[in-house]
């Protein structure tokens, strides 16, 4: 039933319910609970004392190993952590000190912005392009005498802008590490979600895998098995790895046992493959139902449509008096919620959002787009 009852008026009609495009979490149809439950199952069947002992701090040995043979690197490169939010900040513990030149990508995830700027770290924000990284605004920073400790990129499907690093910068970037000895951090939660487009090498792998020494890579299972899981890792050099866990140590003994079996069960088992297949095809559609609203409810908007992940960043004519904290405000009052652009940068981003399409099933998108397409409008009058 979509209008009110007989004995509602539309004032005591029940609000439709929100649509949520704020979230960067898959919604629950996406996710394979049945398989996970017999992953833990099986992970304690085969394994109590693992599930029940403390563990170490570099992970459960297993699915450590299982990431290692993925990335084609000794067992000592790899960590395995309570989520890859985890990783980036003993990362940034140990290269992101008090002072420390910090180069991200402008605009970045703002919990990336937040982790630097709480410890200290000397931050610049170089321009994110529709190919990632603007580097020639990075050598204009290092031609100024900026000497970056860290390059924090998220190469694939960027978070917020959906944009993804091309193979032509990817080697450029390196070039410039290598020569002025600084470490890319490979922020890569969402190569795996790709639905479209050929795929490309990582950093990692392109600084040499096991012989790298200009990258340190992260990534995680949030995307492709679930959120709630917590598990993520760190790819880098023995020593900084080493460092790393006798922090990990130091924090909390060893990373979460259960959750580390029951992804180490999950991604050697047969379910894997399909579910992450349906978690794609999913993203497909949806990107494409909003692609279409967007360009129906909301002609003035312009957008990338990504080839993967879960994030869309749309702008809106500059000069036009945007406020996009007026236009969240509107938006949360008729039922929709987006991230105001101003959340992911330092300054500006003022006529931008970003809108998270993994939470938001195919059904709700176009009634979304409209919704907010309504708060745009009210927000200008
Ligand atoms: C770029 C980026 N890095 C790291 C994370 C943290 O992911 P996790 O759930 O593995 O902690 C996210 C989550 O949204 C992200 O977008």
Redesign the pocket.
């Known amino acids: 039933m979509t209008g009110p009852t007989a004995q509602q008026t539309p004032e005591t009609a029940p609000a439709a319910p929100p649509i949520s495009f704020a979230r960067?979490a898959p919604s629950t149809d996406i996710v394979d609970v049945e398989g996970l439950k017999e992953a833990a199952v099986a992970a304690f069947d085969t394994d109590p004392a693992g599930m029940t002992g403390y563990g170490t701090a570099v992970g459960y040995v297993p699915l450590r190993r299982w990431i290692a043979e993925k990335h084609g690197v000794p067992e000592d490169h790899v960590l395995v952590t309570n989520?890859?939010?985890?990783a980036?900040a003993f990362l940034f513990d140990e290269l992101a000190t008090p002072g420390a030149a910090v180069v991200t990508e402008r605009p970045t995830?703002d919990?990336?912005l937040l982790g630097l700027k709480q410890r200290g770290a000397d931050l610049h924000l170089v321009t994110l392009q529709e190919d990632g990284i603007d580097l020639d605004e990075v050598e204009a920073l290092l031609r100024s005498g900026v000497r970056p400790a860290l390059a924090h990129v998220?190469p694939n499907f960027q978070?917020p802008a959906g944009y993804t690093l091309s193979l032509e910068k990817r080697h450029q970037l390196l070039e410039l590490a290598r020569e002025h000895g600084f470490v890319v951090f490979e922020?890569d939660?969402?190569v795996d979600v790709r639905f479209s487009g050929e795929p490309l090498p990582r950093l990692l792998e392109l600084d040499g895998g096991a012989a790298s020494t200009s990258v340190v890579y992260?990534s995680?299972f949030?995307k492709t098995v679930c959120?709630g899981i917590?598990v993520?890792y760190l790819v880098g050099p023995p020593a900084l790895v080493e460092r790393i866990r006798v922090r990990a140590t130091n924090t909390y003994i060893a990373p979460n046992m259960v959750a580390q079996g029951t992804v180490n069960q999950y991604v050697r088992g047969t379910r894997f493959p399909a579910a992450l297949e349906r978690v794609r095809s999913a993203l497909a559609e949806r990107v494409g139902l909003l692609d279409v609203a967007l360009r129906e409810h909301l002609p003035q908007a312009s957008f990338r449509r990504p080839d993967g992940g879960y994030f869309l960043w749309v702008e809106l004519p500059a000069g036009e008096g945007h406020d996009v904290r007026r236009i969240a405000q509107e938006a949360t009052r008729r039922g929709v919620a987006i991230v105001p652009g101003t959340d992911f940068l330092l300054d500006g981003g003022e006529n931008a959002f970003r809108l998270a399409f993994s939470g938001v099933q195919a059904a709700d998108i176009e009634e979304g787009v409209r919704r907010l397409a309504a708060a745009v409008a009210a927000a200008q009058g």
């Open positions: 960067g989520g890859s939010m985890q980036d995830y919990r990336t998220i978070n922020d939660p969402y992260a995680s949030s959120p917590r993520g």
